[in-house]
């Protein structure tokens, strides 16, 4: 049996990227499910946040339970990596010019992605599996669950080596000449995470829909711990390496902005892939049995290395825009180059917001609470969730929020749904994540618990009342939830209606045969970037902004371990 | 070009690094580092760390250490349930049971003396979580974990269960006492 081998493409005529044919249905797809997913996981959110508003706690306990699970799988996993999925074969066949691999196969990760996450759903949704996102054991879930989430990684994986394969259609087909781009290096190395994560994934998910289904009598719960959150957190370092991607990529299409040092910028993927997936640790440190020397030297990535690349990709992302715009004449002082930023555009201000945000934000909150001692302040409350809606909404979902708003209207070939609604997005999504991000690490360090219906402990033999602040920062929390979702909406709007309603593009690309050119880099001459800048520093306000996270960073984490100092005596 | 492009056609390896990145990249790495050797030094030199001392224990058996715990030093009951009150020898091996959905028992402690908690599961995962002063552990069933641990100031306390474990995890909360020696001396 042979197949033809689909050897279409069209070249968009406004951004000039390449699509061949069997790629771009898949990415649309793709890309579509992963907003719908969205914006079923947003509206869920939006029922977590008021039934967490103490004064409002709008459902009761059962359906609380059920519908955190939902948000967090639903979010966390399912319309994240539905969105990398499009991403890889973006970074790959449209970036490289390249048909893409095995089209056929794409549509079957499709298909059981889709069907494995509507299996899981379903469990959810029958209310017999509400184990939240991390199912530990010995709390059973229905089958279906676990049978579920096993379907949706393997149909994430199929799809991850499709991009492997892409990347050997192009070197063999000669697309381009020379190394593939820092964005497609960037998704290589999250490519690569992956294979580790959803490996963890299948470690421990198979056994466990066994012992669900009743041929394996126990699984160990520290053992479950510590691989499950090889999948958890990696799957969340996943994103780190997609969504700094995404930065750069943006930062290359609004601003034409080129990396300050391919070195500098490829090497700290490269950290990425040597250090980011030993962080299962971070979820590990209040928890019995494991050695301090196995927790401190796991739950610093050995040495920080890979918080040592977050904080490189923190200072040559904006560091290469601020390079872009100093060329562009936007030379004066240290911050003019930002403030001639294009403001209104939602592309560019999702992307610095995402930015911002990750860096100030869910970075900061990271590496401090997954310091060993400070941990035991932290652990298990809704400093976590805190946390992680800085890292995960504030800093992934917003930069893919970016992108589509960009990708859509190309792939679709239709100008942007409602473009001056959509200015706004951003700025609602990225301000009400980041207070609620703010107001749940707040709750956190007053003691309110994850995961807890009730704070007042209603029907409980004793009584204990939190702080009062420890009620507004919840309320606060519920009110900042509504903007976040506001803005997400809006998103989901705007992108939906592209696809359906957005006017034709004036200039449409037609399907053709050619062979696309070979893609070549520049002959240019390798030199630093000449008189821009403030004495020999060419982002002199770059530096600036990374020397106050550095500020912050720095009194952050000795706060912490000075209140960690005042607290009863263990060891 | 830029990022979404190939680099240069020359080995673009040897571009050199502008000093800003390098400037950069030094205060980073020197702050990492700081970091990491942070915890080694509090293990030394803080008060507040956990050893990972751990024993797999059998439910059932911890069950019932619990139990010859409670009868031998309850002094008195609470609340309408009858919850027993413990109050151990102090500097002793005191145990703390979580299962659903209660702390057992309910443990008055000296300030300033050091006790052996010992604490475990009777079923599913539970979260250790003394409130207002918000230190946090995580409780398995099968592993009986033992922390060394100095109440430092009286008062009383909230054992909050922070790990979900079902439908009334929420009503899961006990008490602490912690009182001064000189009191009842």
Redesign the interface.
């Known amino acids: 049996m042979s197949f033809e081998i689909n050897r279409e493409f069209r070249t968009c005529p406004k951004s000039g990227l390449v699509f061949h044919r069997p790629a771009e249905r898949l990415i649309k797809a793709n890309a579509v499910v992963a907003v719908i997913f969205l914006a079923v996981g947003g509206a869920l959110g939006l029922l977590v946040a008021l039934t967490r508003w103490p004064a409002v706690q709008l459902l009761n306990a059962q359906h609380f339970y059920t519908v955190l699970t939902g948000h967090g799988v639903v979010l966390l996993l399912v319309w994240i990596l539905f969105f990398e999925i499009a991403l890889l074969y973006f970074c790959s066949s449209v970036l490289l010019r390249c048909r893409i691999a095995t089209p056929r196969m794409g549509w079957l990760a499709f298909a059981l992605m889709l069907i494995g996450a509507a299996i899981t759903a379903i469990a959810i949704l029958q209310g017999g599996s509400s184990v939240m996102m991390t199912s530990y054991v010995p709390m059973p879930a229905e089958p279906n669950f676990y049978l579920g989430l096993i379907l949706f990684a393997v149909g994430a994986l199929i799809g991850t080596f499709i991009f492997f394969g892409t990347l050997v259609i192009a070197k063999d087909e000669k697309t381009y000449e020379g190394s593939i781009p820092l964005v497609t290096f960037g998704a290589l190395t999250a490519a690569i995470i992956a294979v580790f994560t959803i490996a963890c994934g299948a470690i421990i998910l198979i056994p466990t829909w066994l012992w669900s289904i009743g041929y394996i009598s126990e699984i160990d719960p520290l053992m479950y711990r510590l691989i499950w959150w090889g999948l958890g957190h990696s799957s969340q370092q996943i994103n780190v390496a997609a969504h700094v991607s995404v930065w750069y990529a943006i930062a290359a299409i609004v601003f034409g902005a080129k990396p300050m040092s391919e070195k500098v910028s490829r090497g700290a993927f490269f950290l990425y892939i040597l250090f980011i997936s030993i962080a299962s640790a971070h979820h590990l440190l209040g928890d019995p049995g494991l050695s301090s020397e196995w927790k401190i030297f796991n739950t610093s990535y050995a040495m920080y290395l890979a918080v040592l690349a977050s904080l490189v990709h923190g200072l040559t992302v904006p560091g290469s825009v601020e390079v872009a715009q100093r060329k562009k004449g936007h030379n004066k002082g240290l911050f003019e180059w930002l403030r001639k930023a294009p403001w209104g555009n939602p592309v560019f201000a999702g992307m610095f917001l995402s930015l911002v945000g990750f860096g100030f934000i869910g970075g900061i909150s990271g590496v401090v609470m997954g310091a060993e001692q400070i941990n035991f302040l932290i652990h298990n409350t809704i400093y976590v969730p805190g946390h992680f809606h800085g890292t995960v909404a504030l800093g992934t979902t917003l930069a893919f929020m970016a992108m589509s708003l960009w990708l859509v209207p190309v792939l679709f070939q239709r100008e942007l749904f409602l473009p001056r609604l959509a200015k706004w997005q951003p700025w609602l999504f990225g301000i009400g994540t980041a207070l609620q991000a703010f107001f749940m690490m707040g709750a956190g360090t007053l003691g309110v618990s994850r995961r807890h219906w009730d704070i007042a402990f209603t029907g409980s033999a004793f009584e204990w009342a939190y702080p009062g602040m420890a009620y507004t920062m919840m309320a606060l929390n519920g009110i900042s939830a509504i903007m976040a979702v506001t803005g997400g909406m809006i998103f989901v709007v705007v992108i939906v209606g592209t696809v359906f309603f957005g006017k034709r593009a004036g200039e449409v690309s037609g399907w053709s045969l050619d062979r696309p050119d070979t893609l070549r880099g520049p002959a240019e001459a390798l030199t630093g970037h000449g008189s821009i800048g403030v004495k020999g520093f060419p982002a002199p306000g770059t530096f600036v902004l990374a020397g106050f996270l550095m500020l912050i960073f720095v009194v952050y984490y000795f706060i912490n371990y000075g209140y960690l100092a005042s607290v009863w005596k263990f060891s | ?21 390098l ?3 030094a ?3 020197v ?3 700081i ?2 050797f ?3 030094f ?2 030394v030199y ?7 001392e ?1 024993y797999r224990v059998n439910p059932d058996q911890f069950v019932a250490k619990v139990n010859d715990f409670v009868s031998e030093y309850t002094v008195r009951t609470e ?1 309408d ?1 009858n ?1 027993p009150v413990v109050r151990p020898p102090a500097g002793s091996d005191i145990y703390l049971l979580a299962r659903l959905w ?1 702390w057992h028992p309910v443990l008055e402690l000296e300030k300033g003396q ?1 006790y052996r908690l010992r604490v475990s599961s009777a ?3 539970h ?1 250790l ?17 033992v ?7 009286s008062g009383e306390y ?1 054992v ?16 602490l006492y912690v009182v001064d020696p000189a009191e009842d001396a």
């Not at chain 2, 070009?1 to 990145?21: F, G, L, N, Y």
């Not at chain 2, 803080?46 to 990972?52: A, D, E, F, R």
């Not at chain 2, 922390?147 to 100031?153: D, G, L, Q, R, S």
């Not at chain 2, 909050?160 to 008490?175: R, S």
Request: overall charge negative.
């Open positions: 070009m830029t990022a979404i492009h190939p680099p240069s056609t020359r080995v673009w390896w040897k571009q050199p690094v502008d000093r800003v990145e400037v950069w990249i205060i980073a790495l702050w990492c580092l970091m990491f942070f915890m080694p509090w293990h803080g008060n507040q760390n956990y050893s990972g751990a609340t349930r919850i209660q050091t079923d599913w995962q979260g979580s003394i409130q207002p002063i918000n230190l946090n552990f995580q409780v398995l069933p099968g592993y009986e974990m922390i060394n641990i100095t109440p430092t100031e909230a909050v269960c922070n790990e979900y474990c079902g439908i009334m995890h929420h009503t899961m909360l006990g008490k």
